[in-house]
């Protein structure tokens, strides 16, 4: 139901005090302005209360001024935490539980796209939640995940390093808010239907950024990789874990698409990626009557899905409940917090509030 009275952004009315208490003031343009001053209080107090209300008509200003800055402004109004405590229900000594979007606000996932180690698990949460959870994101977390994501295009752009990882998160977050957009009228997205048709707009302008890099040879005339015995390049190859970038590897140079193209190497990242029971179901032979290894694996992740390892992860406390990197110390009662902590994968970390 609409509210059809006085607008609450207003500054409000003036008062005075008077003997009898605090009476209304009204203006002189209203037509009922108190010529007599002293029947209400004396001048110096009400200098003091007339002063005290331009102060308060200044601050209702600078908040309204606030509020447009704000709605442009990319400062993050939250804290940036490195660990939080997961409630999950009501309990005597805390009120309401933790949601997806207040943990994603609190814990310190700007400066943790710094760190490679953890820079593969914040973009694989954030392809998560733009797949699946961006409807379930408050706007203030919503607005923190495109703060977020353009520290990562801009760092990609900047060392040239992960560019194929990024462009499909930009590619799943665009096809989301395609979807999401055509559905405005069911309030799935909060905010103007405009600011985000903007935030299209730009996730197109970073893939074209992105599109366009062209990665330049370093000046370094040292030992380069082509240099190093074939066996330690096939030592470094089998470190990979993603094919296509084996694949990349190859069309460096054509000593690197031989070795690339070694069967021992697929076959090492396919039973790196699947089970012995996924592999049987796939098996694909050669024209010489061998198993194609390569073949095999493009066709097991379009079936299942890859093994995921990263540097570092998020883990949970099952003794205090308390969400943290790993490695960061937090405020634990057991006597071997260590043993408690369970490390939590992207999609376990969106599990963890689901209720």
């Given at each position: 139901?609409?509210?059809?009275?006085?607008?609450?952004r207003s500054p409000g009315q003036s008062w005075v005090k008077t003997a009898d208490g605090w009476k209304r003031f009204l203006d002189e343009k209203s037509?009922?302005?108190?010529?007599?001053?002293?029947?209400?209080?004396?001048k110096d107090v009400y200098n003091k209360e007339n002063l005290f209300n331009s102060l308060n008509y200044d601050v209702a200003a600078k908040k309204r001024k606030k509020d447009i800055l704000n709605s442009k402004t990319k400062t993050q109004y939250f804290h940036q935490e490195k660990w939080i405590y997961v409630h999950k229900g009501s309990t005597k000594e805390?009120?309401?539980y933790c949601t997806l979007g207040e943990a994603f606000n609190r814990l310190d996932f700007s400066t943790a796209i710094l760190d490679s180690r953890r820079f593969n698990y914040v973009v694989r949460l954030l392809e998560l939640i733009a797949k699946s959870q961006l409807t379930s994101l408050?706007?203030?977390?919503?607005?923190?995940?495109?703060?977020?994501?353009?520290?990562?295009?801009?760092?990609?752009?900047?060392?040239?390093?992960?560019?194929?990882?990024?462009?499909?998160?930009?590619?799943?977050?665009?096809?989301?808010?395609?979807?999401?957009?055509?559905?405005?009228?069911?309030?799935?997205?909060?905010?103007?239907?405009?600011?985000?048709?903007?935030?299209?707009?730009?996730?197109?302008?970073?893939?074209?950024?992105?599109?366009?890099?062209?990665?330049?040879?370093?000046?370094?005339?040292?030992?380069?990789?082509?240099?190093?015995?074939?066996?330690?390049?096939?030592?470094?190859?089998?470190?990979?874990?993603d094919g296509r970038d084996l694949v990349s590897l190859g069309q460096a140079a054509p000593d690197l698409h031989v070795l690339s193209e070694d069967r021992l190497l697929w076959k090492r990242l396919c039973q790196y990626h699947f089970s012995e029971r996924q592999i049987r179901k796939?098996?694909?032979?050669?024209?010489?009557?061998?198993?194609?290894?390569?073949?095999?694996?493009?066709?097991?992740?379009?079936?299942?899905?890859?093994?995921?390892?990263?540097?570092?992860?998020?883990?949970l406390c099952r003794h205090c409940h308390i969400l943290s990197w790993k490695g960061t110390d937090h405020p634990c009662t057991a006597n071997n917090p260590e043993s408690c902590s369970t490390?939590?994968?992207?999609?376990?970390?969106?599990?963890?509030?689901?209720?």
């Open positions: 139901m609409p509210f059809l009275g006085q607008d609450w037509g009922s302005f108190v010529s007599d001053l002293s029947s209400y209080c004396s805390r009120h309401g408050s706007g203030i977390a919503q607005k923190n995940f495109m703060n977020i994501l353009e520290k990562v295009v801009l760092k990609v752009l900047e060392d040239q390093q992960n560019i194929r990882l990024i462009r499909e998160l930009l590619q799943t977050l665009y096809t989301s808010l395609c979807t999401l957009v055509q559905r405005v009228g069911k309030s799935v997205l909060v905010g103007n239907i405009n600011m985000w048709v903007y935030r299209m707009e730009t996730i197109l302008h970073w893939q074209q950024q992105l599109s366009s890099i062209q990665i330049t040879r370093p000046a370094f005339k040292g030992l380069t990789f082509t240099d190093l015995p074939v066996c330690l390049q096939l030592n470094i190859m089998q470190r990979l874990s796939r098996l694909i032979l050669s024209d010489k009557g061998q198993l194609d290894w390569k073949k095999m694996y493009f066709k097991l992740i379009r079936c299942y899905p890859r093994r995921e390892q990263y540097g570092d992860t998020l883990q490390s939590l994968s992207p999609q376990d970390f969106i599990n963890l509030f689901k209720f």
